[in-house]
């Protein structure tokens, strides 16, 4: 059995390309496309006018002019990808165009069948996803310049102005941020397989500064942002403004474009994708929760949640792209870490691992107090506005996220999960 044994250490068994899962972007769609086939362009004229269509109450007639397009015309990965990011974002809007006391029920056929005929062929269901809204929906101002909010912007947008923009490039910025992570992640996998100590302590570092690097990306939703008006690079100032992602117009107006038909009492019923089935469709919400990087992280460290919490987050899988989703499961099927470092009897791993628990249930509380000033304090205040520009917030999913948990009690449940997690030395 040597051989198999050399083999292993001049060829680590895990790596990303394995995954589709990019060296550069991690889980971000490399240079997503913007423009489909021009035999697409009725379904790309109605997404580029998205917002101002939805505004003025006149995208379901769009819709239901649109003609019933074929799918055989997409080549490639990147064009299906746009084209679910488009089909997707079109049926959010059609569905909750004038909010939740009226959505739509039935989907019409010339939107449902192209939307399913291209979700069967990424593998990924019928309704937008983190993947559309966040990992497909970038690109570059100035590709040679960096990743930056000011160097991006969003592919197809919703209602919701600079708000929604700063809440989808932030979230691009998270997931770039993730990168070092899993690259120290799939080192670490490797360095306990051959095994390497060394190589182990110093994957553990990288995740825990990649960890504690997204946390900071995700601190951008809001403090004192620089001015994305501005096309000068080099005599941008401060706006002065406390929030980036702005608490009322994504409780009030953004929210609900994210909303599902699942666990949603708005549309208990589900969603009749006309021409697909005879029977309403139930699915989540695009949710933070569908993000590969923190599943992945929990199965690496071994954090183990709560029943409802870990039902909850499986399901979520089934909106991840299939290979995202099989690299979770890779992950899963490694040697045990934790066991690992216990056996090892490595006070300098322990301590390493230990740092990474705690940066990662440092994220989770600071999410949960993101979560707490754009959900639970907005509602109040929402309801009490008298009179306002934004139009009445939606009730159905006052407590709930957007895949449809009670979201405050589950993000305390995988916070407080975390932290059991950290190892003690024994002895």
Known sequence: MEPQSQNLKTAPSLTLGRFHISEDYGFLLPNPLKELPDHYRPWMEIANRLPHLIGSHQLRAQVNEMPLLNCQFLTGYREQRLAHLVLSFITMGYVWQDGEAQPKEVLPRTLALPLVEVSRNLGLPPILLHSDVVLANWATRNPGRPLEIRNLDPIVLFPGGESLRGFILVTVLVEKAAVP????????????????????????????????DITRSLGQMHVVFWNLSLDSWTSTKAVLSTDYVDPDIFYAVIRIFFSGWKDNPAMPAGLLYEGVSKEPLHYSGASAAQSTVLHAFDEFLGVRHSKESTDFLHRMRDYMPPSHRAFIEEIHSAPSL?????????????????????????????????????????APKAKGRKTSHLPEPPQALEERGTGGTAVVRFLKSVRDKTIEAILHQSG
């Open 181 to 212: 992570g899993i690259k120290a992640l799939v080192q670490a996998v490797n360095a306990v397989l051959l095994p390497s100590p060394d190589s182990l302590l110093q994957a553990l570092q990288q995740l825990r500064l990649s960890i504690q």
């Open 338 to 378: 934790r066991d690992h470092i216990l056996s090892s009897g490595n006070s300098q791993l322990l301590t390493a691992y230990n740092q990474c628990v705690e940066a990662l249930a440092a994220l989770r509380s600071y999410h949960l107090a993101m979560v707490t000033k754009y959900l639970i304090t907005a």
